[in-house]
């Protein structure tokens, strides 16, 4: 019986998580889709003739739309706060993880207090710092501030990964000669990689989704998808073929990073029986 509802619950959260997708898909691939109607009166395939492609999908490849160089700009914007974001967070995850200091509690309400500010506060307050360090309106500006709602995500992701973090095994490396940087590519590494990867790919998604925050610091000369969907949708589009494609494209760089860090974890470490080298 729990073996039934346990496929039950499984089936009903597959079928939650694929719904917005589903009705995505379907939108994207309407050729005429009126309200009330369930499913698309007139599908792209049924109306060959004048459209040789789905509509929203001829949109976004089309020079004139600039779909595909805003993707490329979200994927590289993502990919660099990333990388930043990790550089910043993960030693001060080690200091919360394993130190004890006074001041502690308000260092870590600190890093966690772009969670707690509104976000259009935050993206007001940092337009206004860009502004004044000249940087507003640059995809630099931008990046800058699009870490600092990533901390939040990053330093509580690993510090609880830290935690699970054995310094035994570190000191031990240490007595038999391996340096910092032996210890820290061959045991904490690839130890750790499984939850630096959770983190890596919340920051990722996290940096993809920014919308009022890019637009603020940016000016409107960054553009990226999320922007692109938001001034589609806030003209007061209905869910037409383009905003669905829009939709569907912004989900296609984190989806590829999922993939892409699978594909690299399960190559380089198995938890569950490999003897990390030193």
């Known amino acids: 019986m729990s073996d039934r509802c346990a496929r039950w619950w499984r089936g009903v959260w597959a079928l939650s998580a694929t719904l917005p997708f589903a009705a995505l898909i379907v939108a994207s691939l309407a050729f005429r889709w009126n309200w009330p109607d369930l499913l698309p009166s007139v599908w792209w395939w049924q109306a060959r003739a004048t459209a040789r492609m789905p509509i929203g999908?001829?949109?976004?490849?089309?020079?004139?739309?600039?779909?595909?160089?805003?993707?490329?700009?979200?994927?590289?914007?993502?990919?660099?706060?990333?990388?930043?974001?990790?550089?910043?967070?993960?030693?001060?995850?080690r200091v919360l993880a394993h130190e004890r200091f006074r001041g502690r509690g308000a260092v870590e309400l600190l890093l966690l207090a772009p969670l707690l500010v509104p976000e259009l506060a935050l993206a007001l307050g940092l337009a206004v710092t860009a502004v004044h360090l000249g940087v507003a309106g640059s995809p630099w500006g931008v990046l800058a501030a699009h870490v600092v709602p990533t901390l939040p995500y990053l330093?509580?992701?690993?510090?609880?990964?830290?935690?699970?973090?054995?310094?035994?095994?570190?000191?031990?490396?240490?007595?038999?000669?391996?340096?910092?940087?032996?210890?820290?590519?061959?045991?904490?590494?690839?130890?750790?990689?499984?939850?630096?990867?959770?983190?890596?790919?919340?920051a990722?998604?996290?940096?993809?989704?920014?919308v009022v925050l890019t637009v603020l610091v940016g000016q409107g000369r960054v553009e990226t998808t999320a922007?692109?969907?938001?001034?589609?949708?806030?003209?007061?589009?209905?869910?037409?073929?383009?905003?669905a494609a829009l939709a569907l494209l912004l989900t296609v760089p984190g989806v590829l990073l999922l993939a892409l860090l699978d594909g690299l974890l399960r190559r380089r470490v198995d938890l569950r029986g490999a003897t990390p080298r030193v």
Request: proline share 6%.
């Open 57 to 93: 999908w001829d949109y976004l490849v089309a020079p004139a739309s600039r779909a595909l160089p805003a993707l490329a700009t979200s994927a590289g914007l993502a990919t660099a706060v990333t990388l930043i974001g990790l550089a910043v967070a993960w030693p001060a995850a």
């Open 155 to 202: 330093v509580r992701t690993l510090s609880a990964v830290e935690q699970g973090f054995d310094r035994d095994l570190a000191d031990a490396a240490r007595v038999h000669g391996a340096g910092s940087w032996a210890v820290f590519w061959h045991l904490r590494l690839p130890l750790l990689a499984p939850g630096v990867a959770a983190a890596a790919l919340f």
């Open 227 to 243: 922007v692109q969907l938001f001034a589609r949708l806030g003209g007061g589009a209905a869910l037409d073929p383009i905003s």
């Open 204 to 210: 990722f998604l996290v940096s993809t989704h920014l």
